[in-house]
């Protein structure tokens, strides 16, 4: 029955074993290792969606003229699930991500899953493969999801096509930074931009990222781990670092990060920094903030911390800001392996709440 959203399970005849899955649980990585099943939905224009499954994670058969592979229709979310100490899995704000999951699908042309059946796809392969979910206390490890959707019409017409996948995998994730929580340096793009104005910078589609690579290139060329990227007008504003909004602390207390101009992503992270910083006593501000601001903040010691938000990068620290003639290192917190007093604070209420050792008095945590 088209859109009916009850998701049939065929179990994987071949799990991992558990000595396997131990390795994984261990030492995740990020992004590296999958759980035994994935959730599947097709959606055809005449049907709509319909054969939603949980099934064993598997390499998928597209036809290679499927519409994605050469016109890159296509969107995804990232968001983890959490163990509390009782056992029981949390995913944190998981509507935002399906509200965002909508406003990417209207810029792509790619049908919508309504926000219920996006939580309930998450549930459905959280149960199948909870054992998956790494036991609380390991440090900061959870089941990171990864929801997509493409575009499988085998049709090489520029149009919307008329049969899509949507899917959801999950991956055991530790740190997203092989620095774990210890300060990134970023190197200030001015040959690259992200994102235009009208463009496509605040949907979450794969397109963004492919764009993004080159910059990381000529970052990673310049001895650095991540680009931070200018407006596309002026060259001048500060916008976002590709995957991870970005964050400024001031000596006075003040904690500023671009406002969202319609060419950053509207990070989940993001919002609820904003949020719990407020909380912590901090005026927040979401307004322009240049280069130069930044750069000039740092010479007279106005800014005192930089950090960066995402979904896999949790908070974390940036330590050094290099561009094309110059570089300038930020804090000097030497007693918290780099990570400044301000960011290490956010970050604690941010990993306390979402793994359940502190209140949620915003109810952010829906159990999966
Ligand atoms: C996330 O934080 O979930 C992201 O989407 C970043 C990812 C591209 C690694």
Redesign the pocket.
């Known amino acids: 029955m088209a859109d009916a959203w009850d998701f049939k399970v065929e179990l994987a005849s071949a799990p991992a074993t558990a000595e396997a899955r131990t390795a994984v649980l261990t030492k995740p990585g990020?992004?590296q290792s999958f759980t035994d099943h994935m959730v599947l939905a097709s959606w055809s224009l005449d049907r709509g969606w319909h054969d939603q499954r949980v099934t064993a994670y598997a390499p998928l058969r597209v036809s290679p003229a499927a519409a994605v592979l050469h016109y890159a229709q296509e969107i995804?979310?990232?968001?983890k699930a959490y163990r509390h100490e009782d056992g029981s899995v949390w995913a944190f704000r998981p509507e935002v991500n399906a509200a965002r999951f909508t406003r990417s699908a209207q810029r792509l042309a790619l049908p919508q899953v309504p926000e219920e059946a996006f939580i309930a796809a998450l549930r459905a392969l959280v149960t199948v493969d909870e054992v998956w979910v790494p036991p609380a206390g390991s440090g900061e490890t959870s089941l990171?999801l990864r929801p997509y959707m493409i575009a499988t019409e085998a049709a090489l017409s520029v149009r919307p096509a008329h049969e899509v996948l949507f899917g959801v995998i999950a991956s055991p994730a530790g740190p997203?930074f092989d620095t774990g929580p210890k300060p990134v340096s970023i190197w200030l793009s001015t040959s690259s931009i992200r994102a235009t104005p009208g463009g496509t910078g605040a949907a979450?589609c794969g397109g963004n990222?492919a764009a993004s690579l080159a910059a990381l290139g000529e970052a990673t060329a310049n001895g650095c781990d991540q680009v931070i990227y200018l407006d596309a007008v002026e060259r001048r504003w500060i916008e976002e670092s590709g995957?991870?909004n970005v964050f400024f602390v001031y000596a006075d207390g003040r904690i500023a990060t671009p406002e969202l101009s319609g060419s950053i992503l509207a990070g989940v992270?993001r919002d609820s920094v904003l949020e719990l910083a407020a909380d912590l006593g901090h005026k927040v501000e979401e307004r322009r903030i240049s280069a130069d601001e930044w750069r000039d903040g740092l010479r007279s010691g106005e800014i005192t911390e930089a950090f960066a938000s995402?979904?896999?990068?949790v908070i974390t620290p940036i330590g050094r800001l290099a561009w094309s003639d110059g570089n300038l290192t930020i804090g000097d917190h030497a007693a918290n392996h780099g990570v400044g007093p301000v960011t290490a604070s956010i970050r604690a209420a941010l990993l306390d709440l979402q793994y359940g050792r502190t209140a949620d008095p915003r109810n952010w945590l829906t159990r999966l």
């Open positions: 990020f992004g995804f979310e990232g968001l990171y997203y979450k990222y995957s991870m992270t995402g979904t896999a990068a």
